[in-house]
């Protein structure tokens, strides 16, 4: 199976840092687009950031300036660094990897940023 392990949540003060990794394994093809979204209770899952192969990056208007993309190919890795963090970043964080014939979520890591 595919599997996706993300690391890195935590509980952080307004104006800390944390950084997110996804490490995608197992019998998987090229992958493709690998993405951050988040899910806050009782709002919809919505698109952070995504980074192509080749490393083009878009980001949701809330984080631009605020959080960066990054990946590993040689080690299926994909990076979120956030810095400047907001309550309301507050969510369940999610990665996903597109690859040629499916698409992978990793299981959520929570991140928490108090007033």
């Known amino acids: 199976q595919v599997q996706l392990v993300e690391s890195g949540g935590g509980l952080v003060q307004a104006g800390g840092s944390l950084r997110l990794s996804c490490a995608a394994s197992?019998?998987?093809?090229?992958?493709?687009?690998m993405a951050w979204y988040r899910q806050a209770p009782g709002k919809q899952r919505e698109l952070v950031a995504r980074?192509?192969?080749?490393?083009?990056?878009n980001y949701a208007d809330s984080v631009k300036g605020r959080f960066t993309i990054s990946r590993d190919n040689a080690k299926n890795t994909v990076y979120l660094q956030m810095n400047s963090l907001k309550p309301q970043d507050t969510a369940v964080y999610y990665c996903?990897?597109?690859?040629?014939?499916?698409?992978?979520w990793g299981q959520g890591t929570q991140v928490t940023v108090s007033s």
């Open positions: 996903y990897v597109q690859s040629v014939l499916h698409e992978y």
């Open positions: 980074i192509t192969r080749l490393g083009s990056t």
């Open positions: 197992g019998s998987i093809s090229s992958i493709g687009a």
